[in-house]
């Protein structure tokens, strides 16, 4: 796992932590780095901590060339993680997914036509890695994503403490208006679509119709 923390990122981000900025001034401000299509390409922002909250600007398209804008982070306990994804453009619409790394899954899409785009994400314990990952759904443009973290105990009522969390990563207020992008194309490990393998032909004729019927039966290859 990695374990690389948050604060040497500033290093690497456009501007230092005295930038202002529009949404919220004096917020630490970070900027993504592309390639981050993929799983094993999210840009990584190390461990989180309750009481962090900082900005990340970036650009995202409506096409191949940049599909998804993926952020990864560590949870150094159990943690929930507030976000608001601004759109800098009227002209856009971009929705955000929640992957779990643990499952190589995608577990729950935020899109709706808000702007900003919502929600939440609960981590149950230390260690484990979550990732927002932005898409467009509609048009091309700059986006700005808050994140602010808060410890998961503080947020949570005495009901759902008392109840074993049913995954390590969930989404909170996760609603889906429409479609996103394809989950499959930021998996870590891509689906394989392997090629089915003829076994049998046979024809058969059809006395209601005077037509002749091919039938094929196909199996997929055995694995190796």
């Known amino acids: ?26 917020l630490p401000l970070f900027q993504e780095a592309e390639p981050n299509d993929t799983a094993l390409t999210a840009n990584h922002f190390g461990i989180i901590r309750p009481g962090d909250h900082f900005l990340i600007q970036g650009f995202v398209r409506d096409d191949a060339a940049d599909p998804f804008d993926g952020f990864a982070f560590t949870a150094e306990s159990a943690l929930h993680v507030d976000f608001q994804l601004f759109i800098d453009t009227n002209t856009a619409d971009f929705d955000v997914d929640l992957y779990d790394p643990q499952l190589d899954q995608v577990v729950a899409t935020f899109a709706t036509p808000n702007n900003p785009e919502v929600g939440g994400v609960d981590v ?17 443009g700059p986006y700005t994503l808050e994140i602010s973290v808060q410890s998961l105990f503080l947020t949570a009522t005495a009901a759902e403490l008392s109840v074993a969390p049913k995954a390590s990563i969930s989404a909170v207020n996760a609603r889906a208006d429409h479609l996103s992008r394809s989950a499959d194309d930021y998996l870590r490990e891509k689906p394989v679509k392997r090629p089915l393998v003829e076994i049998e032909q046979r024809f058969e004729f059809d006395r209601k119709s005077g037509t002749v019927l091919a039938i094929t039966r196909v199996r997929a290859p055995a694995d190796s």
């Open 1 to 26: 796992m990695r374990t690389t923390f948050l604060a040497p990122l500033l290093l690497l981000a456009a501007c230092d932590c005295d930038c202002d900025d529009d949404h919220d001034p004096g």
């Open 124 to 140: 149950a314990a230390g260690g484990l890695d979550f990732h927002l990952v932005l898409s467009s759904f509609a048009g091309d």
